[in-house]
């Protein structure tokens, strides 16, 4: 929501400035992003008069001129076709900056004569889009003085975030009655503001309109006036600068004051022109299929669930979010219907998001403009159409009724203490409330005012007396502590969740947040999603994402794009499955692993084992005991075949899945080159419950560990870590530890068969082994090998 300083002032009587009127808004919620001053960089452009104007000699199209700007003549040389000797525009000296492009002026020769500065036109200094000529002034402008003071462009303009909860501050208006409740200032009476002598309706000699609404959900109030004998030209200049300022293109009175009052009082409207109709016009639901062309341009087709205003012949207007190009006005515009109607917020937001239609219009009406305002709104603009545009104004059609119910809230003072936390006397709670528009009878029933829909109990009144208040007096409490620092309250998954985290950061792997919605195309790439939302922020972010891989791909894919060499992304969050979600841990690794250099030349790719060696390590950061996990096969149809596998606590339990992505999944995501990712599924992590027992203090073994090789032939397709853990699994009592060091196949081994060789390492506890008790072992091991059909090499 943006406005100037001065447009703010028309509805509030303060001597605040910008930055007084910034700390106002953030102490009482309202957060300002930005304070804009179009003068500051336009500081350096003054007035000057041309004293002479000569062709230039190289230059058909171009004249040296004589500029005096306040010091000695100054020569430049221009382009612009009403540069004269005489004239009054505006210069820029050199070192000024061109606001339009950025371009530092300096002395330079052009065409072999030099210049020292620029004479300026609109355009080049972003005050409208007329790029012609050079600025003309009136011949009282004063030699000199910097062109943005005489100009009155000295006015900051402020950004606010308005929360979606806000509505009533979607306007100046609303802005303002914040600012004046928080004792900023006072706010101005509205027929004032528009220096109306009230805010009656317009009394019309004329027919009222022929409108009617036959769709109360989506159109419940549908008011309308016409005005004849219109003149459509240009508004005032005040309303263009008011307009501009806020960066919005001043396009003709009419447009132009529907705009005008959409911004200043939150208040949409629309204008027909009335020789484009064709019969009465309505309210309704649209046909499945039926087209309008909008004011964009576009021609949008439509369904039964969405309101439209139309004729007898067509649909001219997609109801409360934008107007239709073959009813809108133009120059030639002699008669007109001014529509007021009130929209239902979810209906609009709906539609909205079915057409991926986004307008100032939609973003009031789905937050719920006043339901109340319909017949002041409609005096206003009626008021200005007949002010600046002249003709004469009918009687008004008030088809249906908007819902105004007034809504009566139980409130106890002391619950702002309980709630809030801050101590208000009641008087002081009652005399917030009132600057606020509420209604409060003595036995404390509210009742909220019509704009303000957001206010539905009694936490939200808390909410408005806290923020008057100012959200920077709650004090900060510390909750009360039975004893002793408090105790931690993370349970067992969250502590597992952190360790990843942790872990994953520390291996240089950079975490990413996405969104928890795909679009139907990411989502079928990993066997289609489960989920749909029925009201998604947009069509293609609609599908609750069924695994974290594709917005990690699609991160991966952007940072390639943008010329980054190496990739290394990770995320925790939830994917959706058709019974519950599952916490999972996932991460892509993608481009170089190590970067080309002087033995090999080229650089080094990821490949399987390095995507296993993170899914190894982030295990073991959550607590379980990798060198006992099966690996299989079958990860899943998005992984390659033959360079991925899954880790599993036992045939059933999966806890990862890993390897390099399938080349046509790769090349739906357009990554090239080898991709490898994994997935951890946090949820399949038993968690150890407490048992209150603390871990007996780590001994050192007192004698000195012994190693033994062994090696065993066994059939090619058996998996050496199966091998690993058979053998380590055989005696736990000895056996500590087990390396798979050497694997062979080729001259000596039968086709079909390979070599593993190992190294056991077993640790004595009382004494040292014998003979005897290695002989033992060693059976047990060979035993242990033989269950997988491996045969002591010999």
Not at 171 to 187: E, F, Q, T
Not at 624 to 649: C, F, K
Not at 742 to 751: K, M, N, S, Y
Request: one cysteine or more; aromatic letters at 6%.
């Amino acid at each position: 929501m943006k406005f100037s300083l001065s447009w703010l002032k028309e509805h509030l009587d303060t001597e605040a400035d910008a930055q007084g009127v910034a700390d106002v808004l953030n102490r009482i919620g309202h957060e300002v992003e930005s304070i804009d001053n179009p003068a500051e960089k336009l500081s350096a452009f003054r007035i000057a008069r041309v004293l002479t104007a000569a062709p230039h000699p190289q230059a058909d199209k171009l004249q040296v001129l004589s500029v005096e700007a306040g010091g000695e003549p100054l020569q430049v040389v221009c382009g612009a076709p009403n540069a004269r000797a005489g004239m009054l525009g505006v210069f820029g000296p050199a070192g000024a900056v061109v606001p339009a492009n950025g371009m530092v002026l300096k002395v330079a020769a052009i065409r072999g004569v030099e210049s020292n500065g620029m004479m300026c036109s609109i355009a080049e200094l972003e005050l409208g889009d007329d790029h012609d000529g050079i600025i003309e002034l009136p011949d009282d402008a004063p030699v000199g003085q910097v062109y943005a003071k005489w100009a009155g462009l000295d006015d900051p303009v402020i950004d606010v975030s308005i929360t979606p909860n806000r509505q009533d501050c979607m306007g100046v208006r609303g802005i303002a009655r914040d600012l004046a409740a928080a004792g900023l200032g006072k706010l101005r009476p509205l027929h004032e503001v528009y220096r109306f002598d009230s805010l009656a309706p317009v009394a019309g000699d004329g027919p009222a309109p022929d409108v009617a609404t036959q769709d109360p959900e989506g159109c419940p109030a549908f008011y309308a006036q016409a005005v004849s004998g219109v003149v459509n030209g240009p508004a005032p200049q005040w309303m263009r600068d008011r307009l501009h300022a806020i960066g919005q293109k001043p396009i003709s009175a009419l447009v132009d004051i529907t705009n005008f009052v959409s911004i200043d009082l939150g208040r949409p409207l629309h204008v027909y022109d009335r020789a484009k109709l064709s019969g009465s016009l309505v309210a309704r639901k649209a046909t499945d299929g039926e087209e309008v062309l909008a004011l964009n341009g576009k021609t949008y087709t439509l369904d039964s669930s969405m309101t439209v205003i139309a004729d007898d012949s067509m649909v001219h207007d997609i109801g409360g979010i934008m107007g239709g190009e073959h009813s809108g006005v133009s120059e030639g515009t002699s008669d007109v219907l001014i529509e007021c109607a009130f929209f239902t917020p979810e209906h609009i937001a709906r539609t909205g998001q079915k057409l991926t239609l986004t307008s100032d219009a939609r973003q009031r009406f789905e937050r719920g403009v006043d339901p109340a305002f319909l017949d002041d709104g409609l005096a206003i603009a009626t008021n200005l159409v007949i002010a600046i545009c002249g003709g004469q104004a009918s009687a008004i059609t008030r088809a249906g009724s908007p819902p105004v119910a007034p809504r009566n809230i139980s409130y106890d003072p002391q619950h702002c203490l309980r709630l809030g936390g801050v101590s208000v006397a009641p008087d002081n709670q009652r005399n917030i409330l009132e600057r606020l528009g509420f209604l409060v009878t003595p036995d404390w029933h509210v009742t909220p005012p019509s704009w303000r829909r957001d206010v539905e109990g009694s936490a939200d009144i808390v909410e408005e007396v806290v923020r008057m208040v100012g959200l920077d007096n709650v004090p900060s409490t510390p909750l009360p502590r039975d004893e002793g620092v408090a105790k931690p309250t993370a349970t067992p998954m969250q502590k597992i969740e952190r360790k990843v985290r942790r872990t994953a950061a520390a291996r240089g792997l950079n975490e990413a947040i996405n969104w928890s919605f795909l679009p139907e195309k990411e989502a079928a790439a990993f066997g289609g999603g489960h989920w749909s939302l029925a009201n998604p922020i947009s069509e293609d972010m609609k599908v609750m994402r069924p695994s974290l891989l594709p917005g990690l791909l699609s991160a991966a894919q952007r940072n390639m794009n943008r010329g980054a060499s190496s990739v290394g992304l990770f995320e925790i969050g939830r994917r959706y499955l058709p019974d519950s979600e599952k916490l999972t841990a996932a991460f892509v690794l993608s481009g170089d692993k190590a970067q080309r250099d002087w033995a090999s030349g080229k650089a080094t790719k990821f490949d399987a084992f390095d995507a296993k060696a993170e899914v190894q390590a982030l295990l073991s950061a959550a607590g379980v005991a990798v060198d006992t996990l099966m690996v299989m096969g079958d990860a899943g149809a998005h992984y390659h075949p033959g360079q991925s596998a899954t880790l599993r606590m036992g045939p059933k339990n999966i806890l990862a899945a890993f390897g390099a992505l399938h080349p046509v999944t790769a090349k739906a995501f357009d990554l090239d080159g080898p991709v490898m990712a994994a997935e951890i599924f946090l949820d399949a992590i038993p968690v150890k419950k407490p048992t209150g027992f603390m871990r007996t203090a780590f001994t050192p073994p007192a004698l000195q560990a012994v190693t033994r090789d062994f090696a065993f032939l066994v059939a090619a397709d058996v998996a050496s870590g199966d091998l690993v853990r058979a053998i380590k699994g055989c005696d736990k009592d000895n056996i500590v530890a087990v390396r798979l060091f050497d694997l062979f196949a080729g001259q000596g081994v039968a086709e079909g068969q390979k070599s593993l060789a190992v190294e056991v390492t077993l640790q004595p506890l009382d004494k040292s082994y014998g003979d005897e008790d290695l002989k033992a072992i060693s059976d047990r091991v060979i035993a242990a090998a033989a269950k997988l059909g491996g045969v002591l090499r010999g």
